[in-house]
């Protein structure tokens, strides 16, 4: 028959036990070893020792050699260690300094504190003006039903608007782009007018004559017929010029 293997003594985690029947126990053993080892310390050295403890459940315990009230006493009214001057006052200027240091840090903390209060409540006050005043910027969920309906119909409108004017705007570019396309496809040669050119009608091929440009069927009424022997096109009158003269054509005239 095998024996059990014990886990053997082991280290207890030095943590507060959460159990309060174990921390109750264990403070009971704890504290009669404590004492058990300042008694011997007292034997052994001839100490004076003072041990005050308070259970978990608040009860008082403790232990002292000679007396606890006596050691007591006598470590209330020992005097302070002696000191020098120097090493006192030079302790004293860095606490002082501390101080200062630490005072000046916790104002400028406590001024910016106030600062953004004063910028949060000025802000809030300037959101709530503008929502009274514009309360399409509140936030959705601050929105009543009936104003939640009619910023849903406002939507829609500009949406709407919004579709028409691209429509819009991209048929003036395909249109743009139709016209710019049929007269680069043409083949025409564009006219470029110079200075330095004269129209002369006894240059045009005989038997030409200018084209009507009125349109079709069109009659000037109440017009008078031409007398006999009128010519409406006289010596040196050329349609091709804008003036209906060619330059130097008659006396006084250009």
Not at 79 to 94: F, K, R, V, Y
């Amino acid at each position: 028959m095998t024996k059990k293997q014990s886990k053997g003594r082991q280290r207890v985690e030095m943590v507060k036990m959460k159990n309060d029947s174990n921390l109750q126990v264990t403070f009971s053993k704890r504290r009669a070893g404590l004492f058990k080892k300042a008694s011997e310390l007292c034997t052994l050295c001839g100490a004076e020792i003072a041990i005050i403890v308070f259970s978990p459940g608040r009860k008082v315990f403790s232990f002292g050699h000679p007396e606890v009230e006596a050691v007591m006493d006598r470590y209330l009214n020992m005097p302070d260690p002696p000191q020098t001057s120097g090493t006192m006052q030079l302790i004293e200027a860095h606490r002082n300094a501390n101080i200062r240091e630490l005072n000046m840090q916790l104002t400028q903390v406590a001024n910016r504190l106030e600062a953004a209060k004063k910028r949060g409540e000025e802000l809030n006050e300037m959101r709530k003006a503008i929502q009274s005043h514009c309360w399409w910027a509140s936030p959705f969920e601050e929105l009543s039903l009936p104003q939640l309906q009619k910023l849903k119909t406002v939507m829609e409108e500009l949406k709407k608007n919004v579709a028409s004017q691209g429509n819009h705007l991209l048929m003036q570019r395909m249109n743009t782009q139709q016209f710019l396309m049929g007269s680069s496809s043409s083949g025409e040669i564009p006219y470029e007018p110079k200075d330095n050119i004269v129209f002369d009608a006894n240059m045009m091929p005989a038997g030409y004559s200018a084209p009507n440009m009125m349109p079709e069927g069109f009659s000037a009424p109440n017009m008078m017929p031409p007398p006999p022997g009128f010519n409406p096109h006289p010596e040196g009158y050329n349609y091709l010029n804008p003036l209906g003269y060619n330059p130097g054509f008659g006396r006084g005239f250009f």
